[in-house]
């Protein structure tokens, strides 16, 4: 079989091995691929491998020997599903590879908030604990995640991992979700998660549902010392009125590691807004989650290849 990886960089940049996928086939690898250049480097593949390219009907119709699409990511809305239905092609993601990277990043967010480690650790280098008159100080309020409420929207498996750690903390664990879970200790509505939460944390799937859930109005609700956490999907929140939130200070502080438009865009709202963390979608990014989404990524080929594929969208 031909193997065609479309834009291999994202997941492997070089610090991993695409070896394990040469028993299936020959393999070609791009690090990225244009979008006019798409058709001709899938050629006469059969397999092709990809992360954010779009695939959609006229690609496909146009490359008829194409039989597998292997999204190396959870989601899957760049490829036409109902086109390669139509054309009999398998499509597999990888579900639940990046919860611990997620998860972790939250906590990194919310000890940033809360310790504001990197501020002060600049101050120190810039010789302030040097000229200090006592034996400490502090550039700004800081404050203990013990006892603090935080809300989670969306219960899957980020969403869980997340409440487990946040116990751990000693934090109080309040839960917004649309598919009920025995595990879950204390389910509330969207509203009271908003009102009565001084961290928010979005887990939940991008829908026609959930898109800008965030806006001028919900954010209104907040209180005025909470943080809202995206980790998500960035087209959760309306980016234009969180950042009047933050410049107006009805809301404590906004971190993201996705945005609307990715890479981001030169006028983002959200660019020097203050108190704003924003990371570049790196939450998946430490080499053992890569590791682990390219190794489920191997066995959905190997069980394609095998007449019972896995984790198939379509």
Known sequence: MKIVILDGNALNPGDLSWKPLEQFGTVTVYPRTNDEDV????????????????????????????????????????????????????????????????????????????????????????????????????????????????????????????????????????????????????????ETLLKTSDIITLHAPLTPQTKEIINEKTLSLMKKNAILINTARGALVDERSVRKALDAGTIAGYAADVVASEPMATDSPLINAPNCLITPHIAWAAVETRQRLLSIVVNNVKAFTEGHPQNVVS
């Open 39 to 190: 058709v001709k480097r899938i050629g006469d593949s059969d397999i092709i491998l990809i992360n954010k390219i779009n695939i959609t009907e006229d690609i496909i119709s146009h490359c008829p020997n194409l039989k597998y699409i292997g999204v190396q990511a959870t989601g899957y809305n760049v490829v036409d599903l109902e086109a390669c239905r139509r054309h009999n092609i398998t499509v597999t993601n990888v579900p639940s590879y990046s919860t611990a990277g997620v998860a972790q990043l939250v906590f990194a967010f919310i000890s940033e908030f809360a310790c504001h480690v990197q501020l002060h650790s600049n101050s120190v280098m810039a010789g302030d604990w040097t000229r200090a008159k006592d034996f400490c100080y502090w550039k700004t309020p800081l404050m203990e995640t013990d006892g603090k409420t935080i809300g989670i929207f969306g219960y899957g498996n980020i969403g869980s991992r997340v409440a487990r750690i946040a116990e751990a903390y000693g934090m109080h664990v309040q839960v917004c979700t649309r598919t009920p879970k025995p595990d879950i200790k204390n389910a509330v509505t969207f």
